[in-house]
Structure formats: C-alpha cells, structure tokens
C-alpha cells in the first residue's frame, strides 16, 4: 500500500485527537493509548521501521497541531464580544441571500469601540436582516468594504445534546464572532482590495446564474443553478426536502459526478479539434480547477478536481494513475488547506462514496448476480450503473443516517432514472451558459432544450413524498463505525492488508488474525454484532437509571424525563413570546427536534404543559407535528393566548389524549417511578397579580431515594399555598427554581422546606433581570449548589435511586 495513505490516515488521526481534546478529555486518552499501543505493535513485530514510525508520528503531531490552531478563535476581536462597536471589513466571499436575511463573510480591517479604534483582524460572520419581502435591501458584493454597526456576538458551542455547534461551524471557516444587523447599520465605503481570481470567478458564477433565471422559469433555474454551481439557497425548502428524501442531493453538490462529467466532455471537445494530446490534457486540467474555483472550491470540489488532474497528469507523464495514492492525496491537500473540513458531512460524503464505487461495486458485482432475463431487456450499461449506485448508496447511508437521520428507500430507483440524464443538463445548462456571453437568443436556444429534462428531475424528486419515500433513523458514530467495518471486510479490505503485509506473515502465526478478518466467520461475526448493536433497544430495553435533562431552550422552559422503563415524557418545550416578535414556534426545531431524534425518541408517552405561556409550549408545535405523542396533560387553567388554543386544537386533530391535572392526581409507573401533582389546587388561584403562573402545574417525580420538583412559573401565593402542605410532601434532591429565577420573598422559606441538594434554573438572555440577585443570593446562603441553563447549558441528571449525577453541556 502507499506511504502517502498511511500519512493521510496519520494526519487524519491528528486532527480527530484534537477533536477528542476539546470535546473529551477522557476519549482523548484512549485514543492516544490506542495509537501508542498500535505503534508500539508494529515495531515489536517489524511491521514497520523506526524511521516509518516517527515519520507517521510527525504527520499525527502536524494534524494535530494544524487543527488546534484552527480551533482557536482571535482573542483580540472577542475581546470586544458583547459589546456595541463599529467595524470597516471587506466582504472576502460570496453573500448566501436566504428569505429574511443575507450572509456576509467579513474580514475585519479595524475596530472603533468607546471612541477608541483598534485593528483586531480577524473575521466576522455578519447576518444582514431585511425581512422576507423586502428586495431593496443593499446587496454587498465580495470585494466591498462596508461599515457596520452593532453587537459583536461570540459564538456559542454546542448547549443541548444532538444540538448545533455553532462555534465550530464558524471555525471551520475560520470566524471568530457574528453580528445581526439592520440593512440601517451598514453604510457600503466603496471596492476594497479583494483577490481578482475569486472576484473573476464570482462574477461570472452571478452572470451565470443570472442568465439562467432570465431563460428559464422557477424553480427549474434555481435547480439548473443549483447543479452546475452548488447554489441551493434559492431552491424552496420542500423542494430541497423532496431531493433529500428521494436520496438525490449529490446532484446539488458538485463533486465528482459534475468534474467528471465536464472533463469528459472537455476531452471530446477537444480531441475533435486535433490539438497535440498533452496540450488538451493540461489544458484541462486548467479549467476543471476553473471549474472548482466557480463553484466556490468546496470539499467534493477540491477532491474530485484533484483526483481528475492526478490522473491526467499521470497521462501526460505516460503513467498510471494510482487510485489509492490519488484518493490519500487529495484528502491530504483538502486538510492540509483546512483540517475541520474533515469533520463537514460534505467532506466524509465525498470521499466514502468514492471508496465505495471503487471497491464496493467489484464485490457486488461478483456475489450478486443480476436476474437473467435482465441482460436481454436493458442494455450493458444498465447492469453496471445499478451496481455503482448501489456501492454508493450502501457506502453513504451510515453518514447520512449519522447526519440527517434520514434514509432513503428509493434512492436506488431514482439514481438509477436521473443519472442518465444528469450528463445532459450538465453538459446542455454549462454550455448555455457560456454561449450566453456571445449570444442570448441561441443560449436561450439551448437550455429550451434542458427544459424538459429539469422538469423531468423535479417529477423524480416529488417521488420523495411517497409515504414509503424515506425511513426516519437515528443511530451514534460507534454503530456508524461499525457498519463501515462490515462494508470494509465485504470489499475485501482484510484480503488488502493480507497483501500488504505478506512480506512479514511467514513464520509468524501471531498474525494469522489478518486470516481470520479475511474469512466469512469474520464477515458473519461482525455482521451478527451490527443487528445486536442496532435493536439494542429491543432485547435489552431496560434502563436501570431516571434521567432528567433540563434542556437549553433560552428565556424559557422544557425538561426532558426517560424512566428506567423506558417511558419518555416532556414537560414544557420551550418557545418565545409573541410580543417579541419572533418565531414562537422555532424553539421546537432548533432544540428539541434535534434532542429527541439525537436520543432516538420517535414517540412521547406523556407532554406536560405547565401554563399557557408562548415561553413554555411554543417548541411543541414541532413536536406535535413531527413526533407521535399518546397523552397531553396540562393545567385547567387555559390562559388567553391564541397560540395556544392552536396548540390544543393541533393535538385533538393528532388524536391526542387530552386530560387535565389538578393538586391530588398522580401517575404510576413501572420501575417504581411516581409523580405527584402537587399544584395548582381546585379552585384555581384568582386575582393574584399573575392567576396564569399560580395555577402552574407543579409536579415531585420520585424514583427510590430521589426526588426532583418541577414547579412551571409559580409565584408567591402558589408557593405559599404549597408551604401549607404536609412535610413529606415537597422534599425533593433537584428543585426547579420557579419562574427563572424571579424574585420571590417567599424562597427562602421554600427551601428550607424542600431541602434541596441542588437546584436548577432554566434562563436565558432576558429583559426581565432573571434570575434576580436576590434569588442567587438566597440559594447561596441555604447552600444550595446551582446551574443555569444560560451558563451551563443543558443540565443533565441521572439517578439510580440511590443519589443523583450531574453533568452539563459546558464547563
């Protein structure tokens, strides 16, 4: 095998420590226990030479390296987040224009804050908010300087589990902070000095596209865009969902599908010319870089671009090109270029569906033969375009299962009548396009001619809202591991190491484990270990321990409940306040959509609504529309918000069961788990200042030993009214601190009788002063530890009946 694969595997483990490393400290450890253990391995038994070994150590430190630089952001430009400054920075790429906002990548040239004006450098996200409807917006160009005023924000990392890492997205592209700003804050100061390479190719790409808007109707120009050059933003959002779930959205990722294609057909263009052969071989290995540079040199980009040049420089040398080495170098170049693109879905995408239709389709090729009668009725071609897209497909589902939590069902079928076509709109749509420079009229000529067969994609992609279109599945990176080594051995990949160590296996039985890997037992063992792994939840469905994770939703509640018996329950989901604004809803698809599919949650046993605030069930619009739910439980207090008469409506037309809870009710379940409705009381609270808050449900869930009390948005008269209860009624070992943290001159009193080990305050960025100085103050003099969601993000709790765990998302 080549050294230049064993390199890139090497500075590939680099970065993946450095992951480790801020992630998990304790992984970190195994990990570098691993490599030392196998290092150590292959010198004991002079699999490799000394000399080999610290060379691959010098690639693991340099990734390693390589990566953590990345990851760390400019101090001196966070240095002023939070704060109100004015920056000048040029726009260094293209704006992504979505429906409400635009967004910028700015590069930052100086600072003024306070009067004072500093030269920070670094790199800003900037999301230019214009609304939906509003067209008149400035449009910034890349190349332009502008001046903005604002907050600058730090990026926040991952705050629930199965959320968004929005700090490492950014620092992927090398940002370090973000601002959200009015078309009123920014002020355009002219061109500033941007690359006239990127410039060249950006403007043409909008000319481009422009051309294709005027001579095609929507959404097949947006389709036709979205194909040749990656841009998919203006595709409407079913749309794109519809090609998700059909399993087409490689043809809007321009990887080595569309290179390859347009090598080809640069080939036959200019072989017809009778140009000397290694003048159309350079020359085309010019423009597929052109061609990577149009489309904004994306990771399948840069890989398919590199491989395709590879193979035809080894031409020109009158070599032959040597996939493996091809494969390892391009990813090397990528990583070398920017080491986080190794953990971007596109990048691992890319290169395992290249791994697989190499070494996936001989193999299914050879054990499973097609019908007989097929050859007579489909042409040859047919037979070996079906086994790579199968390779594919089998070599992608476990990252888009990983990643999407979709897997297509009919992916197969559909490649299988898009792929022919694809060569065509791709050759017809990039060829209009450049005509269009010399002639319109005869460009528009040409794509009339790809009208059909775009139209003919988005019949394909509708098949995407069959009911059987797609399968809803989740599962962790260990059983995506996993799957991966069974397609590895399936492929022969043992029989590979065979080869590559048959030099040293003679007279050494220790590595006749290489033998083993490379015979069926072996296939078989891990295949059987694969099926246990993935219907874990069926044999061995109980969990011995409560968990309660009290989820980051901002200024508002929702907690997540999962007994040892396996019924999952929610209390609250979170939402915003109509009066602000916002999405009242978007909590619910930002966080706990995410929660729910990352913990494999298909179905809710029981919702709990406390009270009739946008703060605490505005997420669960989501959830009623995504996931099965048996019962709704809420207080009798209804409120008066139109919101959430929606809501309950929503639920009665899923069938919901609808009851409602007053103080005296209580659940049972299995395991010995038991919750206890300790508020509101019957009659509910009248005329208290806030009646909606007071006649929050307050609920004690009890397992063995432990308790945790959940009390909605109660104030002082509910508080009051529960102090009035029976002393073994309100000990509990977590309480919910009521209403965010509000002030209440009744706390003190109140935990005194709950006795509390720790306490829990769901908050967020608010106007309110949540949580009131005096409520910490208070909880600090009971000495009673405490966590903020706003600080620790999601809390999570587990208990075995005994004492309670803690954990939180960040330190």
């Known amino acids: 095998m080549s050294p230049l694969v064993f390199m890139t595997l090497a500075y590939i483990a680099g970065i993946s420590l450095t992951r480790c490393w801020f992630e998990n400290s304790c992984f970190t450890l195994v990990f570098l226990g691993f490599l030392f253990l196998f290092g150590l391995w292959t010198y004991c038994l002079r699999l490799a030479a000394p000399f080999t070994l610290v060379l691959l150590g010098v690639f693991i430190l340099g990734g390693f390296l390589h990566a953590f630089a990345s990851l760390l952001p400019n101090q001196d430009l966070l240095y002023f987040a939070e704060e109100e400054v004015v920056i000048v920075a040029t726009v260094i790429e293209e704006p992504y224009r979505q429906e409400e906002r635009t967004a910028y990548s700015l590069q930052v040239e100086s600072l003024e804050h306070k009067g004072e004006r500093y030269f920070p450098g670094g790199k800003v996200q900037l999301y230019l908010y214009h609304g939906e409807e509003d067209d008149t917006a400035a449009y910034h160009l890349y190349g332009e300087k502008i001046r903005v005023e604002g907050k600058l924000r730090e990026p926040s990392s991952r705050r629930n589990p199965g959320g968004f890492d929005y700090r490492f997205f950014l620092r992927g592209r090398g940002i370090d902070a973000y601002m959200n700003v009015q078309p009123s804050q920014v002020e355009s100061l002219g061109d500033g000095k941007p690359n006239l390479i990127y410039a060249a190719a950006f403007s043409l790409r909008r000319q481009m596209a422009a051309a294709i808007g005027r001579q095609l109707p929507s959404p097949q120009d947006n389709l036709l865009t979205g194909i040749l050059f990656g841009q998919r933003h203006d595709l409407p959002e079913e749309l794109e969902a519809n090609f998700r779930a059909a399993g ?186 450049l005509v269009s420079f010399i002639s319109f009229s005869l460009s528009s000529f040409i794509q009339l001619a790809n009208l059909p067969l775009l139209t003919y994609l988005l019949y394909l992609a509708r098949l995407g809202e069959l009911p059987f279109a797609y399968l809803e599945l989740y599962f962790s990176w260990p059983m995506a591991l996993l799957i991966y080594l069974l397609l590895f051995l399936f492929a022969g990949g043992a029989a590979l190491i065979k080869t590559a160590l048959s030099g040293y296996m003679e007279n050494k039985p220790h590595l006749r484990v290489v033998d083993f890997l490379s015979s069926k037992i072996a296939f078989y063992f891990f295949l059987f270990t694969a099926v246990i792994f993935l219907w874990s939840s069926i044999f061995f469905p109980a969990n011995r321990n409560l968990e309660v994770v009290f989820l980051d939703v901002g200024q508002g509640d929702a907690v997540f409940v999962s007994t040892p018996c396996g019924i999952e329950i929610l209390i609250d989901g979170g939402g915003s306040p109509a009066y602000l604004g916002e999405d009242v809803a978007g909590t619910g698809s930002r966080v706990l959509l995410p929660f729910l599919r990352h913990r494999g949650v298909k179905e809710l046993d029981i919702l709990f609504i406390s ?178 969601t706003d600080i620790h993000g999601a809390v999570l709790l587990k208990s075995d009946g005994q004492r309670v765990i803690y954990q939180t998302m960040l330190d």
């Open 248 to 433: 087409l959205s490689h043809l809007l990722a321009v990887s080595g599908l569309h290179v390859g294609l347009i090598a080809s057909l640069l080939l036959a263009l200019f072989q017809r010319l009778h140009w000397q052969r290694n003048t159309v071989l350079f020359l085309c290995i010019i423009l597929i870089f052109s061609y990577a540079l149009l489309t904004g040199m994306r990771p399948s980009t840069i890989r398919a671009a590199i491989m395709v040049s590879l193979t035809l420089g080894a031409l020109i040398l009158g070599r032959q090109a040597h996939l493996p080495s091809a494969l390892a170098l391009a990813a090397l170049l990528t990583l070398i270029y920017n080491p986080l693109l190794l953990f971007t879905p596109g990048f691992q995408l890319s290169y395992a569906a290249v791994l697989s239709l190499f070494y996936l389709t001989p193999q299914l090729e050879k054990k499973f033969k097609l019908p007989m009668k097929l050859p007579f009725l489909l042409p040859p071609e047919a037979g070996k375009l079906f086994y790579a897209t199968l390779a594919v497909q089998l070599g992608t589902a476990p990252l888009v299962v990983y990643h999407f939590g979709q897997l297509s069902l009919i992916a197969i079928l559909v490649n299988l009548l898009a792929l022919p076509v694809i060569t065509f709109v791709v050759g017809l749509g990039l060829s209009a396009s």
């Open 611 to 788: 009270h009739p605030h946008e703060d605490h069930f505005g997420g669960l619009f989501h959830i009623l529309g995504e996931l099965s739910v048996k019962m709704l439980l809420t207080s009798v207090d209804r409120g008066d918000s139109p919101y959430y008469e929606e809501l309950l409506q929503l639920a009665g037309e899923q069938g919901v069961e609808h009851r409602y809870l007053t103080a005296g009710d209580r659940l049972r379940f299995r395991s010995g788990v038991e919750m206890h409705v300790l508020g509101p009381p019957s009659p509910l609270f009248q005329v208290t200042g806030s009646d909606i808050n007071n006649n929050s449900l307050v609920l004690r869930l009890d397992y063995g030993e432990t308790s945790f009390l959940f009390t909605g948005d109660i104030e002082e008269a509910a508080i009051r009214e529960l102090l009035k209860y029976e002393e073994t009624l309100l000990p509990s070992s977590v309480l919910k601190i009521p209403h965010h943290g509000a002030y209440n001159p009744s706390l003190a009193d109140f935990l005194e009788r709950v006795a509390p080990e720790t306490a829990v305050i769901p908050v967020g960025t608010n106007y309110f002063g949540h949580p009131h100085p005096e409520t910490l103050s208070v909880l600090e003099e009971a000495g009673v530890s405490y966590y903020r």
